[in-house]
């Protein structure tokens, strides 16, 4: 068996066992900066961490990063006490930041869908019939989202709201008594 030395001369077969371990610390360190890209992705961040970089993202004026977080948190931690959240906090940034008042209606009503037991929903059913009412004019569409809001939350604290609203609906707020002095 050759192991490496020869009759008269030195001669060794280390060098293949150098590069073997050259290749595996190569292969160790792009292993070890792969998993470093894969973490600052937020792979493995918590919902609450990806909910708390968003309301940063979302207050420092980045709203599309805000609702990639937000949407890290629905889709991979569905059942966390933060999707509810998450879910209504994008319907707010599509409503307020973005100005897409339609794609707010959809996002209110995924509330609604999957987590019709979450504090939000009434208010997700609320922030629907009040875009319809006063930023799309549809006022069937309100009027339907504020009937079911009296009729499923009749006690709860945007009920009076939700009363006035109905009661004015598609009026101007010269013909609101209550508003009137708004319109001078």
């Not at 009412?133 to 939350?153: G, I, Q």
């Amino acid at each position: 068996m050759d192991s490496g030395w020869r009759k008269g001369k030195i001669s060794y077969k280390f060098p293949a066992v150098i590069s073997n371990k050259k290749t595996m610390n190569k292969n160790k360190i792009c292993i070890i900066a792969g998993l470093m890209m894969i973490a600052g992705c937020g792979l493995f961040k918590s919902a609450d961490d990806l909910y708390s970089e968003a309301e940063i993202k979302r207050n420092s004026g980045e709203p599309k990063v805000a609702l990639s977080l937000l949407e890290k948190i629905i889709n991979k931690h569905a059942d966390h006490e933060k999707a509810p959240d998450a879910q209504y906090m994008i319907a707010e940034i599509y409503y307020r930041d973005m100005g897409d008042f339609s794609k707010a209606i959809e996002e209110y009503g995924l509330i609604r869908a999957n987590y019709p037991e979450a504090k939000q929903v009434p208010f997700s059913l609320f922030m629907q019939g009040f875009i319809y009412a006063n930023t799309l004019s549809n006022f069937d569409e309100a009027r339907a989202h504020y009937t079911e809001f009296l009729e499923k939350y009749a006690d709860h604290e945007l009920s009076t709201s939700v009363s006035f609203e109905l009661k004015y609906l598609g009026k101007d707020v010269r013909e609101i008594p209550e508003l009137k002095h708004l319109a001078k």
